[in-house]
């Protein structure tokens, strides 16, 4: 079974400011871990992953990720937060060489204040 | 352009009609997934598939529909449509041969019941 935690459902955060959004998962096996943003109105759209190698992962919009395998966790981070970085972002996990359905955490809203 | 899209984004019913819910994806890929979003939810998946005539249930499978005769398109029925169906609905794909399993999502429909 896999599952994913987002233990924050809102994180508000200063305009400039580092933002970390927390994610920790639980697989079988080897994960595949994912960041998705979603905009007001808009579907979810692929932000970066983690598949093998390097622990730190960078995204689009100058987000990165750090895979902690002693910690099952994978936190989203940018290090200067912009107020267009407002938005619902969702964790997801899958392990490696199951099935293809993704497991999502339930999300975190993103506020970023001017 | 390529994508996936759906189609309705916005539709308005009444109760025990019935709706369908159309995705069309280009590029091909073997998966489709749909999903309801609904606060305090996150993402619930619906049904998904896996090729062109195989379908299977998700978590939230009872009152929907789904078929897929041709590998591009995927649509969801909902037979007797209910207030409790009122929700976002968002379909997605992924490339499972080739792939690592990170989806794309369309851009939702909004389905309210009254």
């Known amino acids: 079974a896999q599952s994913v935690a987002q233990p924050e459902d809102q994180v508000n955060v200063a305009e400039g400011n580092p933002l970390t959004v927390k994610c920790t998962y639980s697989?079988?096996?080897?994960?595949?871990l994912f960041w998705y943003v979603q905009y007001p109105n808009r579907g979810l759209q692929f932000l970066l992953k983690y598949i093998t190698g390097d622990n730190l992962v960078k995204g689009s919009y100058g987000f990165e990720a750090e895979f902690n395998k002693s910690q099952t966790s994978f936190h989203l981070k940018k290090p200067s937060a912009l107020v267009s970085d407002s938005a619902l972002y969702f964790c997801?996990?899958?392990?490696?060489?199951?099935?293809?359905?993704?497991?999502f955490g339930r999300g975190t809203s993103l506020i970023v204040h001017p | 352009d390529a994508g996936i899209t759906q189609s309705p984004r916005y539709k308005i019913t009444e109760t025990g009609r019935q709706v369908t819910l159309m995705c069309h994806q280009t590029w091909s890929h073997s998966y489709m997934f749909w999903y309801r979003q609904d606060l305090g939810h996150g993402l619930r998946l619906i049904y998904y598939?896996?090729?062109?005539?195989?379908?299977d249930k998700g978590e939230v499978p009872d009152g929907y529909v789904v078929s897929r005769s041709k590998t591009e398109n995927f649509p969801l029925t909902l037979e007797s449509a209910t207030r409790s169906q009122t929700s976002v609905y968002f379909c997605a794909s992924t490339e499972a041969l080739s792939g690592t399993g990170e989806l794309f999502f369309g851009e939702g429909s909004r389905l309210t019941v009254l």
């Open positions: 697989v079988s096996g080897n994960p595949y």
């Open positions: 997801a996990v899958r392990d490696y060489g199951g099935s293809y359905i993704p497991t």
């Open positions: 598939s896996a090729a062109a005539d195989i379908t």
